[in-house]
């Protein structure tokens, strides 16, 4: 189903928890097609992440919620940080079961 784009643009990081190449600039183009706006790409800490993440930065857990729904992501964490140097509102982690939820249209 399509999903109506959003009408504040969202700042998102992508994270690359799985270590497959080129997930999170995959994940990137899609993210910002549907209206994000993706600010930062990398790989997180440790590729060892079996699930995709949606990690609520802000707060602000609708803001979040809209940002794993318009991505298809089941899993929703809220793990605010009191950092005035953070530009993200929500971070995507990618993991493991990427293709089996369908993050990425081309893997259907």
């Known amino acids: 189903p399509q999903v109506a784009p959003l ?8 994270l690359n928890g799985c270590g497959v190449t080129q997930v999170a600039a995959r994940l990137r183009n899609k ?3 549907l209206g994000l706006d993706v600010i930062h790409e990398g790989n997180a ?3 060892d992440h079996l699930h995709t993440l949606v990690i609520d930065l802000s707060g602000d857990l609708d803001q979040s919620r809209q940002v794993a729904d318009v991505l298809g992501i089941p899993h929703l964490i809220q793990q605010k940080q009191e950092d005035q ?5 929500v971070s995507i982690v990618i ?5 089996r939820i369908g993050l990425l249209d081309a893997d259907r």
């Open 95 to 99: 993991g493991r079961d990427y293709r």
């Open 85 to 89: 140097f953070r530009l993200a509102d």
């Open 31 to 33: 993210a910002r097609a």
């Open 7 to 14: 009408a504040d643009p969202i700042r998102v990081e992508i």
């Open 45 to 47: 800490p440790s590729f």
